[in-house]
Nanobody, 119 residues
Framework: QVQLVESGGGLVQAGGSLRLSCAAS????????MGWHRQAPGKQRELVADITKGTGTNYEESVKGRFTISRDNTKNTVYLQMNSLKPEDTAVYYC???????WGRGNYWGQGTQVTVSS
């Protein structure tokens, strides 16, 4: 079994910063890609950013230059540094990981953490 535990969400004023963390635990051989998605009320879940096992990254267009994704493979942890936050960034943010297990590969999600940006 694999668990992803997120932390770091909260309420911040526009222009402020937050750092999200997501730690994976369980019977993990290695983690391939890790990423952050978000879902605002009434909208579909969308990819915010992801990072490969190396350092390859991919960002949703609206967060480029403001958000930075990184990971610590020794801790099975992925981070999302969010700067210059805007009210439209308000959403529940979910961590996702593609994990290599002893018996195969699995895709897992965290429980979500709320990010609210006030204007």
């Amino acid at each position: 079994q694999v668990q992803l535990v997120e932390s770091g969400g909260g309420l911040v004023q526009a222009g402020g910063s937050l750092r999200l963390s997501c730690a994976a635990s369980g019977t993990i051989l290695s983690i391939n890609s890790m990423g952050w998605h978000r879902q605002a009320p009434g909208k579909q879940r969308e990819l915010v950013a992801d990072i490969t096992k190396g350092t390859g990254t991919n960002y949703e267009e609206s967060v480029k230059g403001r958000f930075t994704i990184s990971r610590d493979n020794t801790k099975n942890t992925v981070y999302l540094q969010m700067n210059s936050l805007k009210p439209e960034d308000t959403a529940v943010y979910y961590c996702n990981a593609e994990v290599q297990l002893p018996w195969g590969r699995g895709n897992y999600w965290g429980q979500g953490t709320q990010v609210t940006v006030s204007s």
